[in-house]
Each structure stands twice: as structure tokens, then as C-alpha cells.
């Protein structure tokens, strides 16, 4: 595949690209196939032409594509700061067992919908 490279000095960022090509250029440690590229085109980050049955892209198209599957850093969930020193009107709700709602289970709803029905049937009567 190497041999099919056109020269590093030849090559323009918008210079389209067979899929294996662009692969191998953009990353060169073969991470990346032309398959992998054409999921990300059909995920809708990678912006792809079709010729002649054949796909292509340009190396301006693989950067957009890596900005866009860039994983956001997230912000520590528990962090050392003291209450006093939270902002005014943020959550100040005193820490303590993380109790969740138990939710009625579909069974549990299905059987009280049951129970309902049956005693507006005795009702009317």
C-alpha cells in the first residue's frame, strides 16, 4: 500500500483521497482501515465521495472528523472544596446515604391497574 502514496510534497489538504490512502496517511501507525473510515462516514462525521463506485476524502475531512470524535473532559464528580466556599444558590443539600427512588416495577403496575378495574366493575354493579 505504501507505494501508492502519492509524495508528501504533492499532497494539498483538500486533495481527495482513496479511503486506504487517507487512512495510511492520517494515521500511519494503521490504526485506522478504510472500513473504520466508512463508519465514521456513516455516523455522519466524515464527509466522503462516492466516484465511479470508489470513496474518497481529503485530509481536511479527517480533521474535521477528529474534532468531532474529540471526548470531552469532564469535570471531577467529588472534589475537596469546602461547603462555605460553594457559589450562592448552588446545591448545598448536606451529604448522606445516595438513596434512589424505588421505582414500581411493571409487574406491581399491571397488577394495580387489575385491582382498579375489577373494583369500578363491582361498583357499577
Partial sequence: MRDRLPPTGSLEPDSPLRLSVAADIAFPDGSMTPSALRREAARGRLRIERIA?????????????????????????CTSERRDTLVEGSFT????SSRTVTAISPQDALRARLKQ?????????
Avoid at 93 to 96: E, L, Q, R, T
Wanted: aromatic share 2%.
Fill in 53 to 77: 463506485g470508489k470513496d474518497f476524502t481529503t485530509l481536511n475531512d479527517i480533521k474535521r472528523m477528529r474534532e468531532l470524535c474529540r471526548v470531552q473532559v469532564k469535570g471531577p464528580d
Fill in 93 to 96: 443539600k448536606a451529604s448522606g
Fill in 117 to 125: 378495574s375489577r373494583l369500578q366493575k363491582q361498583s357499577k354493579l
